[in-house]
C-alpha cells in the first residue's frame, strides 16, 4: 500500500508556470508507474504524464513540451513541472502510483486544483 499527497496546485495566468509534488508515504523506488492524471469539470480522466521505475516517460499530447514529469527517489516525491500553462489545463490534477502484485494495483492522492486565468 502507499499514501499518496499532491500539493502544488493554485491559480496562474495563462503563460504562468507550477511544480506540482506528490509525496509517497514509502520508498518509490519498488513502484512501477508513478504518474499525474487530470480532470476537469465535465470532462473525462485523462493521463498527464507517467514515469516508469525504469526512468521511461510517457507525456499527453496536449502537454508535450510544456509538462516535465521527475522522480526524487530520496525524498520518495514525484513532480510534475508545468509550463506555459494554458486556460485548457485548468482541472484537478491527480497523482498516481501503480504497484505491482499479482496484478497492478492503483493508489490515488486527493487532487489538487490548477486553474489557469486571467
Known amino acids: 500500500q502507499v499514501q499518496l499527497v499532491e500539493s502544488g496546485g493554485g491559480l496562474v495566468q495563462p503563460g504562468g508556470s507550477l511544480r506540482l509534488s506528490c509525496v509517497a508515504s514509502?520508498?518509490?523506488?519498488?513502484?512501477?508507474?508513478m504518474g499525474w492524471y487530470r480532470q476537469a469539470p465535465g470532462k473525462q480522466h485523462e493521463l498527464v504524464a507517467t514515469?516508469?521505475?525504469?526512468?521511461?516517460?510517457n507525456y499527453a499530447d496536449s502537454v508535450k513540451g510544456r509538462f516535465t514529469i521527475s522522480r526524487d527517489n530520496a525524498k520518495d516525491t514525484v513532480y510534475l513541472q508545468m509550463n506555459n500553462l494554458k486556460p485548457e489545463d485548468t482541472a484537478v490534477y491527480y497523482c498516481?502510483?501503480?504497484?505491482?502484485?499479482?496484478?497492478?494495483?492503483?493508489?490515488w492522492g486527493q487532487g489538487t486544483q490548477v486553474t489557469v486565468s486571467s
Open positions: 498516481n502510483a501503480k504497484i505491482r502484485g499479482l496484478a497492478l494495483i492503483n493508489y
Open positions: 514515469s516508469t521505475s525504469d526512468g521511461t516517460t
Open positions: 514509502r520508498s518509490i523506488l519498488s513502484i512501477y508507474i
